[in-house]
C-alpha cells in the first residue's frame, strides 16, 4: 500500500485530507514541519530512514516555526540521499508554478480546490 505524509498545522485540515484518502493509501499526519522530519528521520529497522517509505508528502505552506518551503527544502535534500518523494504544497496563498517547484515541490494546490488534489494524489501514485 502506497503511503503519504500530510503536514499541517491544523488538525481539522490533517482529520479532513486522512478521511480522504485513508481508504486507498496509508496516512501519517504530523501538525509541525519539525514533527514531519522527527518522522521522516526516525529509524524503523536495520538503519532504514523512515523517508524511505514515503510515496508522497503533503504539506501546507503555513505553520509556525517552519513553513511549507522550508520542509519542501528539507525533503529535496533529503532527496539527494534517499530515493525521490515528491512533494505537494498546499496552500491558500497566490503562489506562482515556478515558485513552488523552486522549493521542490511538484505541484501546488489551493486547499479550496479539493478535487484537483485528490486528483493530483492519484495521478503521482497511480505508477
Given at each position: ?26 496516512v ?8 514531519a522530519?522527527?518522522?521522516?528521520e ?10 524511505n ?11 509556525p ?8 527544502a ?13 512533494v ?40
Amino acid at each position: 500500500m502506497k503511503r503519504i505524509l500530510i503536514v499541517d498545522d491544523s488538525p481539522t485540515v490533517l482529520a479532513q485530507l486522512t478521511g480522504d484518502f485513508e481508504n486507498e493509501y496509508e496516512v501519517v499526519t504530523a501538525l509541525s514541519g519539525a514533527k514531519a522530519i522527527e518522522i521522516l528521520e526516525e529509524p524503523v529497522r536495520d538503519g532504514v530512514c523512515f523517508s524511505n517509505l514515503f510515496d508522497l508528502v503533503i504539506t501546507d505552506l503555513n505553520m509556525p516555526e517552519m513553513d511549507g518551503f522550508e520542509f519542501a527544502a528539507y525533503v529535496r535534500e533529503k532527496n539527494r540521499q534517499n530515493r525521490f518523494t515528491q512533494v505537494i504544497m498546499l496552500t491558500s496563498e497566490k503562489i506562482t508554478k515556478e515558485e513552488a517547484r523552486r522549493h521542490g515541490c511538484v505541484a501546488y494546490i489551493s486547499k479550496a480546490d479539493k478535487p484537483r488534489l485528490l486528483g493530483m494524489v492519484r495521478i503521482l501514485l497511480s505508477a
